[in-house]
């Protein structure tokens, strides 16, 4: 009986340790910007008080023994090449454990203590038991054997402390011994003669740090925060999202999410090109970095990007997300993490289902055949799909083959999203999120941004597939088609603007492009064009990016709202850009 209260008063212990390491490390802030240095010693040994007068600082091992006799290794690092008013952030101490001896582990376990010692005079050659420098006599920070523990490797404590106050006298040492010592025993770590030396691993800045915002929003005013902003090569964020940024430039990208417009900043934030999705971001003080997205297309993703296990599935399971569109429009992909490994279990063919908000397929599920690793597309283009702002709808992945492919998952705050079909009946996932994605884009075919007094008809890949130039001929506005085959033929333009409202229909006789808009490329706002090209009688409902209309053209469309020429071809419906 009281060997089962042991055991089980150990379980408890462990799980409660690895929930206290799990918080701790997700607890842990991330500051972008810091420079990190590892140094390596200068100076280590180990004295002994079965041989007081002999020096060790030649050896190739540190040793950390208590019991009858006791042995002490001091360690001392050069912390010159660290700037003086440098802001000491993290620092920690590392040594390989490669042997132990005796029985060094009891319940509760033997800890090795990291002890600050303020002096620094001691020489590697010198150092013996009987002139050793004292040391606190607490220490800074301890490591735990534990019930279980590996050889063989790098032990760490945290010193970042003893760093700071160490710092203006530009040396640090710290002495390892035992903290706790319940049986005979002890450790030999590697000293700096080996390899694997010691070495100190310090994070700082000389520089302020900033909070930084991290949103997006879409053109139309509203405030979603949705995508995914890749900052400083390497730290990816879902929005929102507060970073601590030290003073400088960075790259910055809005990766994805909705189709990027332009960047909007508030403080001491600015970038190099506001209609750019990869730019240079200066960070001078506190603020905020937003990414305006266009509607006209947003990936959902509930998940953070990082792929933190995979999993495979029994064949005729179904692991699925529920989205829930900010939006009306079509659903033109679904996106799946499949990790590399999937490759290694044979056949990666799967099923992929679209639902409704009762998880009904909404179109015949269709077999689909894995090539590329890590994130695979699956076009729905041509199925049609509508989806509605508001209504769920499910996106999953039924297995053929048993555990191939593998699905990437992520386990960290779960948004309770993700859905696994068992072979009877529906279960919620609440520990981890399925790696499975959507974009949704409106009904609108092109996007035509301004350049000068050129535009661009663009698709949603954002690629170039014709532009044409307005011109002024007789009293109609022109402009050129280059494409397949050159047309002319302009007749009408309706402008819808978010902040007038609109449509307001407006007929430019006689008048050039030049003499309505002044193009001023840096300051822009959300601009709708309807044109009709009379000769063919195609319409086109597209989005610009232009500079907000000056004040007498507001007047001068105030006046010619109600007017509307179609001289050209066939009257079209007008298709309003949602």
């Known amino acids: 009986m009281a060997g089962n209260r042991f055991l089980v008063g150990t379980i408890a212990l462990l799980i409660l340790l690895l929930i206290c390491v799990l918080f701790f490390e997700r607890g ?19 004295v002994s008080s079965s041989n007081p007068d002999i020096n060790y600082g030649n050896k190739s091992s540190l040793h950390v023994s208590s019991n ?69 006599l607490s220490p800074t920070s301890t490591w735990s054997f534990g019930i279980i523990y590996y050889l063989k490797e790098y032990k760490s404590w945290d010193v970042t402390s003893d760093v700071k106050t160490a710092l203006p006298s530009g040396n640090l040492t710290e002495v390892l011994k035992f903290h706790w010592k319940t049986n005979y025993g002890g450790a030999d770590f590697d000293s700096r003669e080996t ?31 949705f995508g995914f902003m890749a900052f400083a090569g390497g730290h990816g964020f879902p929005v929102p999202a507060d ?15 909705y189709m990027f417009v332009r960047w909007e900043t508030t403080g001491g934030v600015t970038v190099s090109d506001v209609n750019s999705a990869t730019t240079n971001v200066t960070i001078s003080g506190e603020g905020t970095l937003r990414a305006v997205g266009n509607v006209k297309q947003l990936e959902y ?51 992929v289902h679209v639902m409704d908000e009762n998880r009904c397929d909404l179109i015949t599920p269709f077999n689909q055949t894995l090539i590329p690793e890590g994130w695979f597309d699956v076009d729905l283009s041509s199925h049609g799909i509508g989806v509605n702002e508001g209504i769920d709808f499910y996106v999953g992945i039924e297995w053929v083959t048993n555990s191939s492919p593998r699905l990437g998952r992520e386990t960290t705050d779960p948004f309770n999203r993700s ?51 307005f011109m002024k001929e007789g009293k109609k506005l022109m402009f050129n088609l280059t494409g397949p085959t050159e047309t002319n033929g302009f007749c009408n333009i309706t402008i819808h603007n978010q902040l007038l409202g609109g449509p307001f229909n407006v007929t430019f006789d006689g008048q050039t492009l030049s003499e309505i808009f002044s193009f001023d490329n840096g300051t822009h706002t959300s601009l709708y064009f309807t044109y009709v090209q009379g000769k063919h009688g195609i319409e086109i409902v597209g989005t610009t990016v232009i500079p907000e209309l000056p004040s007498f053209l507001l007047s001068f469309i105030c006046i010619t709202m109600t007017l509307a020429a179609s001289i050209f071809g066939k009257k079209l419906k007008v298709k309003k850009n949602g």
């Open 28 to 46: 842990a802030a991330l500051i972008v910007g810091t420079t990190k240095v590892t140094l390596f010693p200068i100076a280590d040994a180990y």
């Open 301 to 351: 993703s509930y998940d953070g990007g990082y792929l933190q296990e995979d999993k495979g599935e029994m064949s005729g399971s179904i692991d699925a997300v529920r989205f829930t569109p900010l939006f009306s429009g079509q659903l033109s992909t679904a996106r799946f993490c499949l990790h590399p490994a999937s490759f290694q279990f044979g056949s990666t063919e799967f099923i």
């Open 243 to 257: 970073v601590e940024v030290v003073e400088g430039e960075y790259q910055a990208q809005y990766d994805h999410g």
């Open 68 to 136: 009858s006799e006791f042995e002490y290794s001091y360690i001392m690092f050069d912390l010159s090449s660290i700037p003086t008013n440098a802001n000491i952030l993290s620092a920690g101490l590392s040594a390989y454990l490669y042997s132990t001896f005796g029985s060094i582990y009891g319940f509760p376990a033997d800890k090795i203590g990291a002890y600050y010692c303020s002096d620094n005079s001691w020489n590697e050659l010198g150092i013996t038991w009987n002139n050793k420098p004292s040391f606190s």
């Open 419 to 469: 859905w696994h079909w068992n072979g009877t009946c529906w279960e919620q996932e609440t520990s981890c999120d399925f790696m499975i994605r959507a974009i949704v884009g409106t009904l609108i075919d092109h996007a035509i941004v301004a350049d000068g007094t050129k535009f661009h008809i663009l698709t949603e890949s954002n690629s170039t597939v014709s532009n044409f130039h």
């Open 195 to 225: 390899s694997n030396k010691p070495k100190l691993t310090v994070e700082y800045t000389a520089k302020p740090i900033f909070k930084i915002h991290f949103e997006s929003s879409q053109d139309t005013g509203a405030t979603n925060n």
